[in-house]
């Protein structure tokens, strides 16, 4: 746009010399005040300069003569939290299971704090909610254990953990790979006895058969209708819940090659608040005995 | 101050393009002056300042923890209290209500009146009126004033100085207390300001508003109107030829000039040029020159030139309140008439009525009551008990072992009564369903008792379980419904239940 500067015919000022669709603006001064303004925060950002982390230099930066840091100032943030945290998980740490479910106070700091060690610790096998995930990974939100769902037995489990081998005390069960064992008919056989536990056989001859092998090889880890033995971690077959599938090539699969889950130890890694928060988080996922 | 205006070309104080790219402040003196509308705003400015220190002042009882002063904004409680009203955070809304029934009032206003928000009811303007009352208390009228800096600089001159000063951050200061009374106890609040007990944010406030009202009603006065404020640069969409401004009646003013007693008027305007409108203009401004952006609207110089007018033996009203309709008519009627009394006589049978009816000021006040009738018609309408309800979405269900599948709901009861009850929830829409709630040793049933306290939100966690056998659509709608203890429904909530489906 060219700038011609000219008289205002009205008043008798100049103009900026800019036209917008034949309007001109007269060229009206600003206040000084405004410039003054101006000049105090140019003053102010000099000395934010010199008290705070600024220029760069060949070898680092000017540092500043406060000394104040992003990272020095999100320790001490740290450190704050930490410090009106710890009374509450100190509580925590010293109540029995039961107490804090019951107090009101303790079960509210209990959730919020479980839901975040669950979510970073926990979501990743048993999914979001507790939903648990395919391919034998529980559900925590039914009411259906493997270990149990009393308080005493979820703190057990997230302590020690299942079937690994750095915790001596970790939960440990073992099922025998039944396809060495038994033959094809047989497992087939036992499958469908499995199958009329639920009321699901169609074929009851086979399933006879097969309920003579669960008397002499399953009954031990797993109860005499199938309720399991949460004493062996042998879980229920008679329910409708399925670590690896309630079909019947699904159970013959587990029977003659069983897959078994494993679950680290978090006694070391989570401090036993943590732990403790995470049971009670756990127990109110909806399946909670 | 003198920009932008349409000053003849000859009288422009200062020609600035050609000079310094930034203006040196004019300061404005305006002079003491007596009339109807100084009288207004006197009342006015007594009114609104007695409103804003005593408002926080007032009690009104309320049962229970709720707070006893009539006006609270209970920023910690999250309530807004009026009287018998109590606004909750979630009916924001009836603020956006209030603030746009707020413009519309404005703008309806001044489409008939001008700039009468600016010249009276502004803060700046009655903390600036206060604020120069102060000045010319202590310093004089507008020549005392003028001598005084021009004066040298002595002990008298230090004395007025700091004494203006005082009493105007006194002013500030109790401005800036005031405020903060709004949104906390006010005799706890005051006790605990001047015995040091108060927190942090409160002296942060208190000294934010002192620092504002000080250094705006005391040292920039009138540039707030002129740089700062965005209303005088859209105003002029309110106003057009039937509004009332501020205005210089030229054709019966001009041409002006001296005048001795005993003179004849004919021939000759009768504005005398004694420049008392311009003295007394809390701007700064020539009301001569026309509309221009810097007027408020206050009417002082009306005030200023009616007593000059009954001095000189003229008819009031060379400054008026007057409409461009009736400017314009006024100069039609006087076409051709030399200037003298003759015209004045002339243009009093041609005035043109005022008129206040016409579509612009209809439109306004139609969405104005429009808006008023929404916000009373909310206001009555509002739910005293609410119910929202939030479906989990990790896990969407959970199938049991018996194969019944549950789904589970976090409900929010907000309670604005003020009596403890026990509400009894129900579920409709899902046959054979059973409800839980989540507390310890909670048994499952059809309904499920839910007990409110009065005044809170109350968060819980329900359980819904379909019977196994019966199957389900992967989502069934169903709601939740809260019953009072009488039978009568407090809320209802639309939800889904979902299922594996098939």
Same mark, same amino acid.
């Not at chain 2, 400015?45 to 804003?52: C, D, E, G, K, S």
């Not at chain 2, 003295?279 to 005030?303: A, F, K, S």
């Given at each position: 746009?060219?700038?011609?500067?000219?008289?205002? +015919?009205?008043?008798? &000022? @100049?103009?900026? $010399?800019?036209? =917008?669709?034949?309007? &001109?603006?007269?060229?009206?001064?600003?206040? &000084?005040? =405004?410039?003054?303004?101006?000049?105090?925060?140019?003053?102010?950002?000099?000395?934010?300069?010199?008290?705070?982390?600024?220029?760069?230099?060949?070898?680092?930066?000017?540092?500043?003569?406060?000394?104040?840091?992003?990272?020095?100032?999100?320790?001490?943030?740290?450190?704050?939290?930490?410090?009106?945290? +710890?009374?509450?998980?100190?509580?925590?740490?010293?109540?029995?299971?039961?107490?804090?479910?019951?107090?009101?106070?303790?079960?509210?700091?209990?959730?919020?704090?479980?839901?975040?060690?669950?979510?970073?610790?926990?979501?990743?096998?048993?999914?979001? $909610?507790?939903?648990?995930?395919?391919?034998?990974?529980?559900?925590?939100?039914?009411?259906?254990?493997?270990?149990?769902?009393?308080? @005493?037995?979820?703190?057990?489990?997230?302590?020690?953990?299942?079937?690994?081998?750095?915790?001596?005390?970790?939960?440990?069960?073992?099922?025998?790979?039944?396809?060495?064992?038994?033959?094809?008919?047989?497992?087939?056989?036992?499958?469908?006895?499995?199958?009329?536990?639920?009321?699901?056989?169609?074929?009851? +001859?086979?399933?006879?058969?097969?309920?003579?092998?669960?008397?002499?090889?399953?009954?031990?880890?797993?109860?005499?209708?199938?309720?399991?033995?949460?004493?062996? $971690?042998?879980?229920?077959?008679?329910? +409708?819940? =399925?670590?690896?599938?309630?079909? &019947?090539?699904?159970?013959?699969?587990?029977?003659?090659?069983?897959?078994?889950?494993?679950?680290?130890?978090?006694?070391?890694?989570?401090?036993?608040?943590?732990?403790?928060?995470?049971?009670?988080?756990?127990?109110?996922?909806?399946?909670? @005995? | 101050?003198?920009?932008?205006?349409?000053?003849?070309?000859?009288?422009?104080?200062?020609?600035?393009?050609?000079?310094?790219?930034?203006?040196?402040?004019?300061?404005?003196?305006?002079?003491?002056?007596?009339?109807?509308?100084?009288?207004?705003?006197?009342?006015?400015?007594?009114?609104?300042?007695?409103?804003?220190?005593?408002?926080?002042?007032?009690?009104?009882?309320?049962?229970?923890?709720? *707070?006893?002063?009539?006006?609270?904004?209970?920023?910690?409680?999250?309530?807004?209290?009026?009287?018998?009203?109590?606004?909750?955070?979630?009916?924001?809304?009836?603020?956006?209500?209030?603030?746009?029934?707020?413009?519309?009032?404005?703008?309806?206003?001044?489409?008939?009146?001008?700039?009468?928000?600016?010249?009276?009811?502004?803060?700046?303007?009655?903390?600036?009126?206060?604020?120069?009352?102060?000045?010319?208390?202590?310093?004089?009228?507008?020549?005392?004033?003028?001598?005084?800096?021009?004066?040298?600089?002595?002990?008298?001159?230090?004395?007025?100085?700091?004494?203006?000063?005082?009493?105007?951050?006194?002013?500030?200061?109790?401005?800036?207390?005031?405020?903060?009374?709004?949104?906390?106890?006010?005799?706890?609040?005051?006790?605990?300001?001047?015995?040091?007990?108060?927190?942090?944010?409160?002296?942060?406030?208190?000294?934010?508003?002192?620092?504002?009202?000080?250094?705006?009603?005391?040292?920039?006065?009138?540039?707030?109107?002129?740089?700062?404020?965005?209303?005088?640069?859209?105003?002029?969409?309110?106003?057009?030829?039937?509004?009332?401004?501020?205005?210089?009646?030229?054709?019966?003013?001009?041409?002006?000039?001296?005048?001795?007693?005993?003179?004849?008027?004919?021939?000759?305007?009768?504005?005398?040029?004694?420049?008392?409108?311009?003295?007394?203009?809390?701007?700064?401004?020539?009301?001569?020159?026309?509309?221009?952006?810097?007027?408020?609207?206050?009417?002082?110089?009306?005030?200023?030139?009616?007593?000059?007018?009954?001095?000189?033996?003229?008819?009031?009203?060379?400054?008026?309140?007057?409409?461009?309709?009736?400017?314009?008519?006024?100069?039609?009627?006087?076409?051709?008439?030399?200037?003298?009394?003759?015209?004045?006589?002339?243009?009093?049978?041609?005035?043109?009525?005022?008129?206040?009816?016409?579509?612009?000021?209809?439109?306004?006040?139609?969405?104005?009551?429009?808006?008023?009738?929404?916000?009373?018609?909310?206001?009555?309408?509002?739910?005293?008990?609410?119910?929202?309800?939030?479906?989990?979405?990790?896990?969407?269900?959970?199938?049991?072992?018996?194969?019944?599948?549950?789904?589970?709901?976090?409900?929010?009861?907000?309670?604005?009564?003020?009596?403890?009850?026990?509400?009894?929830?129900?579920?409709?829409?899902?046959?054979?369903?059973?409800?839980?709630?989540?507390?310890?040793?909670?048994?499952?049933?059809?309904?499920?008792?839910?007990?409110?306290?009065?005044?809170?939100?109350?968060?819980?966690?329900?359980?819904?379980?379909?019977?196994?056998?019966? *199957?389900?659509?992967?989502?069934?709608?169903?709601?939740?419904?809260?019953?009072?203890?009488?039978?009568?429904?407090?809320?209802?909530?639309?939800?889904?239940?979902?299922?594996?489906?098939?």
């Amino acid at each position: 746009m060219p700038t011609k500067i000219e008289k205002d +015919a009205v008043t008798g &000022k @100049e103009t900026t $010399g800019h036209e =917008w669709d034949g309007i &001109k603006e007269l060229n009206t001064p600003l206040p &000084k005040w =405004w410039l003054y303004i101006l000049y105090a925060t140019i003053a102010w950002s000099a000395v934010w300069a010199v008290l705070y982390p600024s220029f760069p230099g060949l070898s680092g930066h000017w540092r500043g003569t406060t000394g104040w840091t992003q990272r020095s100032a999100i320790v001490q943030q740290m450190q704050a939290v930490e410090a009106e945290r +710890a009374p509450m998980l100190e509580r925590i740490r010293a109540a029995a299971l039961d107490e804090i479910r019951r107090d009101p106070d303790l079960l509210q700091y209990a959730m919020a704090g479980g839901r975040v060690a669950f979510a970073d610790n926990c979501a990743a096998c048993h999914g979001a $909610g507790g939903e648990g995930r395919p391919g034998g990974f529980p559900n925590l939100a039914d009411d259906s254990w493997i270990w149990g769902g009393t308080l @005493e037995d979820i703190h057990v489990t997230i302590r020690h953990g299942i079937r690994n081998t750095q915790d001596p005390e970790a939960r440990m069960s073992l099922m025998p790979a039944y396809g060495q064992i038994l033959s094809r008919q047989e497992i087939d056989d036992v499958a469908e006895h499995v199958l009329s536990l639920t009321g699901r056989s169609t074929d009851a +001859a086979s399933a006879a058969r097969g309920a003579t092998i669960y008397t002499e090889q399953c009954v031990a880890c797993h109860g005499e209708r199938g309720e399991g033995v949460r004493a062996q $971690g042998g879980p229920a077959l008679n329910d +409708a819940i =399925w670590l690896y599938g309630g079909a &019947k090539r699904e159970i013959a699969a587990q029977i003659a090659n069983p897959r078994m889950g494993v679950m680290p130890p978090w006694q070391g890694r989570l401090d036993e608040a943590t732990i403790r928060m995470l049971t009670v988080y756990v127990h109110t996922l909806g399946g909670g @005995e | 101050m003198r920009v932008d205006r349409p000053a003849k070309a000859a009288e422009a104080p200062m020609s600035p393009a050609q000079g310094s790219l930034y203006a040196n402040r004019v300061k404005v003196y305006p002079a003491r002056v007596h009339g109807r509308f100084r009288r207004f705003k006197w009342a006015f400015l007594v009114f609104a300042l007695a409103v804003y220190y005593l408002l926080p002042w007032l009690r009104w009882h309320r049962p229970g923890d709720a *707070p006893d002063q009539f006006l609270l904004i209970d920023l910690a409680g999250r309530r807004f209290y009026l009287g018998p009203l109590e606004v909750w955070p979630q009916e924001i809304y009836l603020v956006t209500f209030l603030l746009i029934f707020s413009a519309i009032a404005l703008f309806l206003v001044t489409s008939l009146f001008g700039r009468v928000w600016c010249g009276f009811a502004c803060p700046q303007t009655v903390w600036t009126d206060l604020y120069m009352w102060v000045e010319r208390r202590i310093e004089g009228d507008r020549n005392a004033r003028m001598k005084l800096d021009q004066g040298p600089r002595n002990g008298a001159y230090w004395t007025k100085k700091v004494t203006k000063h005082a009493i105007w951050l006194v002013i500030a200061a109790a401005t800036g207390g005031s405020f903060v009374l709004y949104v906390q106890d006010a005799p706890t609040a005051v006790r605990a300001i001047f015995t040091g007990q108060a927190g942090a944010w409160t002296y942060t406030f208190v000294g934010i508003l002192t620092f504002t009202t000080y250094a705006l009603a005391g040292w920039a006065r009138e540039q707030v109107c002129t740089y700062m404020c965005p209303w005088p640069r859209f105003q002029a969409a309110m106003l057009d030829t039937q509004s009332l401004v501020v205005s210089y009646r030229a054709w019966r003013g001009e041409p002006r000039g001296k005048h001795k007693q005993g003179e004849s008027w004919d021939g000759r305007g009768d504005c005398i040029d004694c420049r008392q409108c311009v003295n007394v203009c809390p701007t700064g401004i020539d009301i001569r020159d026309g509309q221009q952006l810097e007027c408020i609207g206050c009417g002082l110089c009306i005030d200023a030139c009616d007593a000059i007018m009954d001095k000189v033996g003229r008819p009031r009203g060379l400054i008026a309140l007057d409409t461009l309709a009736d400017m314009q008519a006024c100069e039609r009627a006087i076409a051709g008439v030399p200037p003298g009394p003759r015209r004045v006589e002339i243009a009093a049978a041609a005035h043109t009525p005022l008129k206040l009816i016409r579509p612009r000021t209809l439109i306004y006040a139609a969405v104005l009551g429009l808006v008023g009738l929404l916000m009373l018609g909310t206001l009555a309408m509002r739910e005293t008990t609410e119910l929202s309800v939030l479906r989990d979405r990790a896990p969407l269900f959970v199938t049991l072992a018996d194969g019944s599948v549950r789904n589970s709901y976090t409900l929010k009861i907000v309670e604005k009564r003020h009596h403890d009850r026990t509400l009894t929830l129900h579920l409709d829409g899902l046959p054979g369903a059973t409800l839980a709630g989540l507390g310890v040793d909670e048994a499952r049933d059809r309904t499920i008792p839910l007990s409110v306290r009065p005044g809170s939100v109350a968060t819980h966690r329900v359980h819904v379980f379909a019977p196994a056998g019966a *199957p389900l659509p992967a989502s069934t709608p169903v709601t939740f419904r809260l019953v009072e203890p009488d039978g009568r429904e407090a809320a209802r909530h639309a939800s889904v239940f979902l299922a594996p489906g098939r």
